[in-house]
Nanobody, 130 residues
């Protein structure tokens, strides 16, 4: 299984950026997909999740600015990021969870994400300067 992110880079405050993640190696349609971000010295945090039917959830600090979406025919996940600010500077990771009837597709505030993610991408850096 391989997740390949792209789209990171350096931007100024107020700019937009779209991250992409392509998954290969397993069926994509039923996976719970998510975007995480991490800064040095902090825990990786979930910012957005989306289930196979397209239902999405967002962390409070990015709600209204970021949009997660997916194309099940292209095995692709996106994160559209608008109105970026320096606080959004981080390494961004896409992640996949295998189908789990009892767990479903957890919200970003789920407390045990690191224990349930099955596959991680390698990350793409987003740097926002003021």
């Amino acid at each position: 299984v391989h997740l390949q992110e792209s789209g990171g880079g350096s931007v100024h405050s107020g700019a937009s950026r779209r991250l992409s993640c392509v998954l290969s190696g397993i069926p994509y349609r039923r996976l719970c997909m998510s975007w995480f971000r991490q800064t040095p010295g902090t825990d990786r945090e979930a910012v957005a999740t989306i289930d196979g039917d397209g239902a999405s959830n967002y962390a409070d600090d990015i709600k209204g600015r970021f949009t997660i979406s997916r194309d099940n025919d292209k095995n692709t996940l996106w994160l559209q990021m608008n109105s970026l600010n320096p606080g959004d500077t981080a390494m961004y990771y896409c992640a996949a969870l295998l189908p789990d009837i009892s767990l479903g597709c957890p919200r970003p505030d789920y407390s045990n994400w690191r224990m349930i993610v099955d596959y991680w991408g390698q990350g793409t850096q987003v740097t926002v300067s003021s």
